[in-house]
């Protein structure tokens, strides 16, 4: 059948030009369709997308005017089939990505849109990674990116320290952000003052086993109100725990071999104790349990099992309240992870069916709500070529990959590092990755910034409002602009101390914006704990509301703009007082292992928490069948909530 459907396309389009075998003798290729025959010639090389193929045709497009140029294979006489291509400008002696695509279109098929210049010439190459079988090609005038807006941020450098400062963070619970770099045998805390200036404090350390030559991360350990590190190294793990006093660190080494990538902070099992995980390089995944009791267990495995772990970053894809995990993957095995959590430390790989399990060369990932919907999108960034995978969430964890039109087909800045900050306040997130800043305008679309950047932590450093970031030992202070913010400080008390994991959400006259309290994202870096969230031209917030990883749901309503609000989870403001307890009924109660639900509308997908008797979220995910499977739990008494997209319902149960 695929034979037939390539012998239609030539008979449908017999004056078709055909492309020669290399870069040299390239053929012309003109807008509209062009039929492009068995691939048998020189593979493209340098690739932009993915690794080398055996053979490769070439085409050459000529710019007429300053353009946005679309090509596609995703064409219903091409379903079935596999390609891929890549776009180059230059010399056919030097060439340079602009572009290229794998899978962007439907099915296996490409598509990707690259901005040209009049009076240049373009080289299109085809390459048989997937299949050496014909196909047609569409190219057509596409629609630019919108440029920048005129009000992008800009930076003031300052030295703050001839070190290397690894993580912005507040260190020392003034709801400041400090900027932290650390030796074998001492923390240097740069302490962020009221006037702007710094403090540095010199907190010794017990000598390390590990440093943190790959990545560090942050959080309250041991619920103790101080912050913890976590030093990732190219042998193993070490954790830096702060006294009491805050005057000296316990040092907890693990002996184990570990290639350290990113490491997180990060409550796994949600019993209100944080845990943290570690991507392993060359084997399995690893992860520390905290046991309360200032032990940390050591786990391998069940967490992704293969070599190639680069970047981990935690975060609810599907909003049902629990953290899940997606690893960015490089090198030996470069098949991204991604793992759903439907609790009990029950996960279930996803990536498969969200187009994310793939060779794509990637060491992070920026998870953040791009287009303003309220669920978290995603950019994998390259660190090897310009292929870049945008992918959008349905709000159910289900994702579609949405690279073209959206200002980074073609990006060909590659880096390890992608995060995602608003830095103009505008209230969209823009991406930093590839040594520039890409503004977000709230659509799943981006425009660079001029100029390039060098990415590192990223914090407010001097408690203005606007996000500032650092490379090794320079500060680059944000400018700012007119545009309003809140930031919001969460501390735990059922949930861990921190809050981490726990979501955000600001809601003004403009939109709903979401955050989560992370530690560690990008790949190297600690950036802060403290969620920002720019406002643009709102001059006020109808409500905030956070969602503990407790399952605690608190809400204040209209808090002041421009303003740092600390927020202290509270028993007092609990599930309890903000549900609909008449739309949903249940049965059997007390129940033994099904639990069925009747509602007042279809609840069918719907994300579920259940709470037991001290406020912890002990079950989450989503509702099949209007039945929840609870065997698993211990005999209790137990609260389900079922997230509504109007208002949540709640009823409470007795496990037998």
């Keep these: 059948m695929k034979n037939i459907v390539t012998l239609l396309a030539f008979a449908s389009l017999g004056s078709a030009a055909f492309a020669q075998g290399d870069c040299a003798s390239a053929l012309p290729i003109n807008l509209g369709l062009t039929v492009v025959p068995v691939i048998n010639g020189m593979p493209p090389i340098p690739t932009c997308v993915g690794n080398p193929a055996s053979n490769g045709l070439w085409y050459r497009y000529t710019a007429t005017e300053d353009q946005a140029l679309q090509i596609s294979t995703s064409l219903p006489v091409n379903v079935g089939l596999d390609t891929r291509f890549?776009?180059?400008?230059?010399?056919?002696?030097?060439?340079?990505?602009?572009?290229?695509?794998?899978?962007?279109?439907?099915?296996?098929?490409?598509?990707?849109?690259?901005?040209?210049?009049?009076?240049?010439?373009?080289?299109?190459?085809?390459?048989?990674?997937?299949?050496?079988?014909?196909?047609?090609?569409?190219?057509?005038?596409?629609?630019?990116?919108?440029?920048?807006?005129?009000?992008?941020?800009?930076?003031?450098?300052?030295?703050?320290?001839?070190?290397?400062?690894?993580?912005?963070?507040?260190?020392?619970?003034d709801h400041r952000d400090d900027a932290v770099r650390v030796s074998a045998s001492s923390v240097f805390i740069h302490e962020q003052q009221a006037n702007g200036t710094f403090s540095v404090v010199t907190v010794p350390t017990p000598p390390a086993l590990h440093q943190p030559s790959w990545s560090l991360a942050a959080g309250d350990i041991d619920g103790n109100g101080w912050n913890d590190l976590m030093y990732g190294g190219g042998q193993g793990v070490s954790f830096m725990l702060r006294s009491n006093d805050g005057n000296s660190f316990t040092h907890i080494p693990f002996t184990q071999y570990i290639f350290s990538q990113r490491t997180n902070m990060v409550d796994i099992n949600n019993d209100g104790l944080l845990d943290a995980f570690v991507c392993h390089d060359v084997d399995a995944n690893v992860h520390f349990l905290n046991m309360g009791n200032g032990q940390l267990q050591f786990i391998q495995g069940g967490l992704g099992e293969t070599c190639g772990n680069y970047g981990s970053l935690w975060t609810d894809v599907n909003n049902d309240g629990l953290v899940d995990l997606f690893v960015a993957k490089c090198g030996c095995d470069p098949v991204d992870i991604m793992m759903e959590?439907?609790?009990?430390?029950?996960?279930?790989?996803?990536?498969?069916?969200?187009?994310?399990?793939?060779?794509?060369?990637?060491?992070?990932?920026?998870?953040?709500?791009?287009?303003?919907?309220?669920?978290?999108?995603?950019?994998?960034?390259?660190?090897?070529?310009?292929?870049?995978?945008?992918?959008?969430n349905d709000g159910n964890g289900n994702f579609t990959n949405v690279t073209a039109g959206s200002g980074f087909e073609g990006f060909n800045g590659t880096s390890i590092e992608w995060t995602t900050h608003d830095f103009d306040n505008d209230g969209n997130l823009d991406i930093m990755g590839g040594g520039r800043i890409m503004m977000g305008y709230g659509d799943m679309t981006f425009g660079a910034r001029p100029g390039s950047v060098s990415n590192g932590p990223v914090g407010d450093l001097n408690n203005d409002g606007f996000l500032d970031y650092m490379n090794s030992g320079t500060a680059y202070m944000n400018n700012g602009n007119d545009n309003h913010w809140v930031k919001v400080h969460t501390v735990g008390t059922i949930s861990n101390t921190n809050g981490i994991g726990a979501r955000v959400v600001v809601t003004t006259a403009s939109g709903t914006r979401i955050r989560e309290v992370r530690s560690g994202d990008g790949f190297r870096f600690m950036s802060s704990l403290t969620?920002?969230?720019g406002l643009g031209q709102d001059t006020q917030i109808e409500e905030i509301t956070v969602y503990w990883p407790s399952g605690i749901v608190q809400t204040i309503s209209n808090p002041a703009i421009d303003q740092t609000l600390v927020v202290v989870e509270s028993t007092s403001t609990s599930i309890a007082e903000t549900v609909n307890v008449d739309a949903l009924t249940i049965h059997p109660n007390p129940v033994r292992d099904q639990l069925n639900l009747t509602a007042t509308q279809d609840i069918t997908g719907a994300p579920f928490r259940v709470i037991d008797a001290a406020g912890k979220l002990v079950l989450g995910g989503r509702i099949a069948g209007n039945t929840i499977d609870v065997s698993m739990l211990q005999a209790g008494a137990y609260t389900i909530q079922v997230l509504d997209q109007q208002e949540p319902m709640l009823q409470r149960f007795v496990k037998q």
Excluded at 117 to 144: C, K, M, Q, R
Excluded at 354 to 380: E, T
Aim: with cysteine.
């Design 86 to 173: 890549h776009v180059y400008s230059g010399s056919c002696a030097a060439l340079s990505c602009i572009g290229g695509d794998d899978d962007s279109g439907s099915g296996y098929l490409s598509i990707a849109t690259v901005s040209l210049t009049a009076g240049n010439s373009y080289y299109i190459a085809f390459d048989n990674f997937w299949s050496s079988t014909g196909f047609t090609v569409e190219l057509s005038l596409g629609t630019p990116p919108p440029p920048p807006p005129d009000n992008y941020p800009t930076f003031t450098s300052q030295t703050l320290t001839s070190g290397s400062v690894w993580a912005i963070v507040d260190m020392n619970g």
């Design 531 to 533: 969620t920002h969230f």
């Design 341 to 392: 959590n439907h609790g009990y430390q029950n996960f279930i790989s996803t990536a498969v069916a969200n187009q994310m399990a793939d060779s794509h060369q990637s060491w992070s990932a920026a998870w953040g709500d791009f287009d303003n919907d309220g669920d978290m999108d995603v950019l994998i960034g390259s660190s090897s070529s310009s292929y870049h995978k945008l992918m959008r």
